[in-house]
């Protein structure tokens, strides 16, 4: 049975004053004002919207399935920057979410965040390949040409030298 949290002003009594917007005490208010009652039974609590009650119980579970995300989201074309699965374009949300299947979730803003770190990271990695592969093909013309086999040598010394243009 899912459990639903509503706002119980009796608990809360300057908080529910205030929603309430009124100026009685909450002595008055819980002996007089059927509103103030209503809101302390729950019977005033809004329904949560079901694509939120889906999303609580996806986010309640840790897993999910793709018909679940479906029902609360769209097929974007960006990958999830964690697990490499696809994003789901969360509807109906002012804050622009995206959740992939495995239950990373990201906001726009975050996303993008962690793309660019993802893409520093990788464009790291890319010059410290080039600048591996450059010292290891100068290594094996210097092993090539201690073995004799200058031909191999000169090839190896070519193409790194072609590596060496390239960063």
């Known amino acids: 049975m899912s459990q639903r949290f509503f706002f119980n002003p009796i608990r809360h009594t300057s908080l529910g004053l205030a929603v309430l917007g009124c100026r009685w005490s909450a002595w008055q208010l819980r002996s ?3 509103l103030f009652i209503m809101v302390a039974q729950g019977l005033l ?6 694509e939120l009650a889906i999303e609580a ?4 579970n840790m897993t999910t399935t793709i018909d679940q995300l479906k029902e609360i989201g769209d097929k974007s074309e960006f990958v999830c920057p964690d697990c490499g699965g696809g994003l789901y374009a969360i ?6 979410r995206y959740r992939c299947h495995t239950g ?4 726009e803003q975050l996303l993008q965040d962690i793309q660019g770190l993802h893409l520093e990271e990788s464009v790291w990695v890319s010059v410290r390949m ?4 450059y010292n290891l093909l100068l290594l094996m013309a210097d092993h090539a040409a201690d073995a004799g086999q200058a031909t191999v040598a000169n090839g190896k010394a070519a193409t ?4 060496a243009k390239t960063y």
């Open 32 to 34: 007089s004002c059927p």
């Open 45 to 50: 609590a809004p329904p949560v919207p079901r």
């Open 57 to 60: 119980k996806i986010t309640e």
């Open 91 to 96: 509807r109906n949300d002012p804050t622009h």
């Open 104 to 107: 990373h979730v990201y906001t």
């Open 130 to 133: 080039l600048e591996e592969r």
């Open 160 to 163: 790194s030298r072609r590596y």
